[in-house]
């Protein structure tokens, strides 16, 4: 049994793209906006270029708030990637709906959830680590 209105693997990925690239654009502009100005001043203040400016101070120093709201964006990700399961996008949410909602099979969606906790819990192990890792 399928989803009576299915749009495919295909046309979930622009969706997808379009829902998390603001989200994406706007952690990462978080991220650069806790830099502190005085080191922005002192870049300046040496003579740095406005790209030696971004790469020197605003990239170093924001390396580790990047990792942190990269790992949310993905975790995010993840979410969404189930949540497109129920239209025919593929994956764990197609899986959960198909053999766990649709066949009445509560064990097969409660794998499905757990899967995806323990693929979220690594994700953010990793993540956590990456941003302890490069912090100064």
């Given amino acids: 049994l399928r989803v009576p ?6 046309g979930t990925i ?3 793209i379009v829902g998390i690239v ?5 952690q990462i502009e978080a991220a650069l906006n806790e830099l502190d100005g005085g080191l922005i001043e002192a870049g300046q ?22 990792a ?3 790992t949310i964006t993905i975790i995010s990700l993840i ?7 129920v239209v025919g996008g593929g994956g764990i949410g197609d899986y959960a709906i198909q ?9 097969a969606t409660i794998a499905c959830i757990l899967v995806l906790l323990i693929i979220v819990s690594i994700v953010q192990v990793v993540g956590t680590l ?7």
């Fill in 14 to 16: 622009f969706p997808l």
């Fill in 130 to 136: 990456i941003s302890r890792r490069v912090e100064h």
């Fill in 68 to 70: 942190r709201v990269t």
């Fill in 5 to 10: 209105f299915t749009i495919g693997v295909k």
């Fill in 45 to 66: 203040v040496m003579g740095l270029s406005p790209f030696q400016i971004i790469y020197s101070i605003y990239l170093k120093e924001s390396i580790g708030s990047i």
């Fill in 99 to 107: 053999y766990g909602y649709q066949q009445n099979q509560q064990d």
């Fill in 79 to 85: 979410g969404l990637t189930a949540i497109v399961g």
């Fill in 22 to 26: 603001p989200f994406f654009s706007r």
